[in-house]
């Protein structure tokens, strides 16, 4: 069971979820799940946001009826933001503001509420002891009776969790990492290639993650399984490059980025990451080859590329 809690947000929630009560309730029967832990896989579903986050913006239009739009969608985010956790999403007046500035829309305010969110429910269930593709699918359900698509006839025509669903983990995994949940993101990824051993992407993310929490080692070797099941992933031959460059392994480097251009020769990044690697190298003509051949396809790289290659010792 997950931690104890009342959240105003549920209270606020469970206002617009009376039309569709009997539905959940034969959804949670159907998985034999209690009360407090499938209240927790309702909110995580992105149509909840949506109902709380219209409620909570049609609330502050009404009592300050001439705030701007950009002031309406911060009161809706710290409606929850602010709060402690569990209830809340406990982040403070400067993690609101630094996420207020990627968010311009409704749209984009349920996308970072629901995120964050789904974030924090991976967290949770792994600690409750909860078959993460169980609660997934549980949690596909719930959209569904949310969204309409779902009638009470269907759900008790449901049939019981039968798991194995990797597509739905990845998607989940890449919302998380876009979240910057990497640790999240990256447990989702490895449940993914549990299920589908030759799922290339799942293995280039898992590269991703651990580079981006400094596990380099483990982002090489998931980096070279990608290009063992996909040898053409230009992606993945780019991003080993940046991982050997950081390990200071450039020849390496070098015959990466080498085989990301052969196989995409319009790759401006790794062209610019090619000339990078050859100057650590040592082989600055090289290096100026590759800036005229980025000229010609990013003009704008090529230049930023031109103040490394002059500023470079």
């Avoid at 913006?57 to 969608?73: D, I």
């Avoid at 609660?135 to 959209?143: A, K, P, S």
């Avoid at 269907?154 to 990492?177: E, H, I, M, W």
């Avoid at 876009?178 to 549990?194: N, P, R, S, T």
Wanted: glycine share 6%; proline share 4%.
């Amino acid at each position: 069971m997950f931690p104890a809690f009342h959240p105003k947000w549920l209270v606020q929630l469970s206002e617009h979820l009376r039309p569709e009560k009997r539905t959940l309730e034969i959804v949670r029967c159907n998985h034999n799940i209690d009360h407090e832990s499938f209240t927790r896989l309702v909110i995580a579903a992105r149509t909840s946001a949506v109902r709380a986050v219209e409620f909570s913006m049609r609330q502050a239009r009404l009592q300050m009826p001439h705030a701007s739009r950009k002031f309406l969608l911060r009161t809706a985010l710290e409606f929850r933001a602010t709060s402690p956790p569990p209830e809340g999403l406990g982040m403070s007046e400067e993690e609101v503001d630094s996420a207020l500035e990627g968010i311009h829309s409704v749209e984009e305010l349920v996308d970072y509420i629901a995120a964050r969110d789904q974030a924090k429910l991976t967290e949770e269930m792994e600690g409750a002891g909860f078959p993460l593709d169980k609660v997934l699918q549980i949690v596909r359900e719930v959209e569904g009776v949310l969204s309409g698509s779902e009638s009470v006839e269907s759900a008790q025509k449901a049939q019981p969790y039968k798991g194995d669903d990797p597509q739905t983990l990845f998607n989940r995994g890449v919302k998380c990492f876009k979240m910057g949940a990497y640790d999240q993101a990256l447990k989702l990824f490895k449940e993914v290639i549990k299920l589908a051993p030759d799922h290339a992407e799942a293995h280039y993310s898992i590269g991703v993650a651990c580079g981006k929490l400094g596990r380099y080692e483990e982002a090489l070797a998931a980096y070279e399984k990608a290009i063992s099941i996909e040898p053409d992933f230009a992606m993945a031959y780019n991003n080993l490059s940046v991982v050997y460059g950081m390990l200071n392994r450039w020849d390496e480097a070098v015959e990466a980025c080498r085989n990301a251009v052969r196989i995409d020769p319009e790759y401006a990044e790794a062209h610019s990451g090619l000339a990078v690697a050859l100057l650590a190298t040592g082989n600055r003509s090289a290096a100026l080859e590759e800036y005229v051949y980025l000229k010609e396809i990013d003009t704008k790289l090529a230049n930023e590329l031109l103040n490394v290659i002059k500023r470079w010792r």
